[in-house]
């Protein structure tokens, strides 16, 4: 497929759909990869390896579960100071159906879908590249606060440099 940039490609489609992702090689990437995609909601795998990748691929990326941990949900089951917040899940994820992997260094892009579904992406996929990009709806700031004092956030740090 031709170049574009992932930017630019999502929010003319990943961004429309109702679960789709990104997973970006960073604002101005020069180098590394960045894939985006859509997917099916799916809990993580019981044994869900964080940062492994498959050097045979383009990009190491070849579909499988994408997602996150929440942080205060780990810290809470290492027995860590934590406020899990009950309107957030703790993790959430998908399982990849199909995905675009960009190449920033070579400005290359390719299009990766199961055989079952290469129609179903490639379509998607001339939608997407045609289609008018959304535009975000700005969300007011919000104010940070602490959940401890600077005190107890001291304690606590010294509490793990001990456990270190």
């Given at each position: 497929?031709p ?11 990943p961004?429309?759909?109702p ?6 090689a ?23 390896v ?29 027995g ?17 159906t ?18 079952t ?48």
């Amino acid at each position: 497929m031709p170049w574009v940039d992932p930017d630019a490609l999502f929010v003319r489609g990943p961004a429309r759909e109702p679960h789709g992702f990104w997973l970006d090689a960073g604002p101005d990437a020069r180098e590394g990869w960045s894939h985006l995609g859509v997917g099916t909601p799916a809990p993580p795998p019981l044994a869900a390896v964080i940062g492994a990748g498959d050097d045979r691929l383009p990009g190491r990326f070849g579909g499988g579960w994408v997602g996150w941990f929440g942080y205060d949900g780990a810290a809470a089951r290492a027995g860590a100071p934590a406020v899990v917040d009950a309107d957030v899940p703790d993790t959430a994820g998908l399982d990849v159906t199909w995905f675009v992997s960009f190449d920033h260094a070579r400005q290359e892009a390719w299009l990766f879908s199961p055989g079952t579904a290469r129609e179903d992406a490639a379509t998607h996929l001339d939608r997407w590249l045609t289609s008018d990009p959304i535009v975000p709806t700005p969300i007011p700031p919000r104010a940070a606060t602490a959940r401890v004092t600077a005190a107890r956030y001291a304690e606590l740090i010294e509490r793990c440099r001990d456990a270190i």
